[in-house]
């Protein structure tokens, strides 16, 4: 069985709805949260949240075929502050979140912002999905390689979806692991719109994500 058959049978056990925030390990950085839900799964389990990891400084490099089956590298969007989203079409939140990505590329594309899908599955199921989702967004697939991009941003695979946000300077602000609703989404991008307009560090940005989702967590809204 190769790594990502492994990876889809584990990812597979995961809380459909699990969320849970990736703390930055790094030196003299606070962490952007690390948060897991209370919420059981239908049948009463416990979601499974990731434990800590490392994340990149900045985004990584690494190539990975787009649709057209063109080698593209996330230095093709240098510039712009990205929403890399790493999913699988077997996964039904990362599903249920396009639209939204869809819906956040609209609202934030004029701004400067850029969502990019990372599928790490077979290339003609994602393509074929893609295309009944109606996906516009730009889209890079692989399958271990795939999961060696995950693991170049310093992300432990134990579940998809996970989404990796930056500025437009190339570095890694947050990580949101499990299914993005849009006032989460709303949290962090706003940080970053601000880290972009030098109202503030990306340090201080990672401190009012942190506040603004235990915030959201705890008027119950983080799902909405």
Not at 48 to 71: C, K, S, W, Y
Not at 114 to 137: H, L
Not at 155 to 165: A, C, K, M, Q, S
Request: glycine residues 10%; negative net charge.
């Amino acid at each position: 069985m190769n790594r990502l058959a492994i990876a889809a049978l584990v990812i597979g056990t995961a809380a459909a709805g699990a969320a849970a925030y990736l703390a930055f390990e790094q030196r003299a950085r606070p962490p952007v949260a690390t948060s897991v839900p209370a919420e059981s799964q239908p049948d009463g389990s416990s979601p499974t949240a990731p434990g800590p990891a490392v994340l990149a400084e900045r985004i990584p490099q690494f190539q990975l075929a787009d649709r057209d089956g063109t080698m593209r590298s996330l230095a093709d969007w240098q510039g712009k502050s990205l929403v890399v989203n790493f999913w699988a079409t077997w996964c039904a939140p990362c599903r249920r979140e396009i639209p939204l990505l869809g819906e956040l590329q609209q609202q934030y594309g004029p701004a400067g912002f850029q969502v990019i899908g990372i599928a790490a599955d077979y290339r003609d199921k994602v393509i074929a999905y893609a295309d009944e989702a109606g996906i516009e967004y730009p889209l890079l697939i692989g399958e271990q390689e795939a999961l060696d991009a995950a693991a170049a941003f310093g992300v432990d695979i134990v579940g998809f979806p996970f989404t990796v946000f930056s500025d437009s300077q190339g570095r890694v602000i947050a990580c949101h692991v499990g299914e993005l609703t849009r006032p989460q989404a709303e949290v962090i991008l706003g940080a970053i719109e601000r880290v972009n307009s030098g109202a503030m560090s990306p340090d201080q940005a990672r401190t009012e994500i942190a506040a603004g989702l235990d915030t959201l967590k705890g008027h119950g809204e983080a799902q909405g």
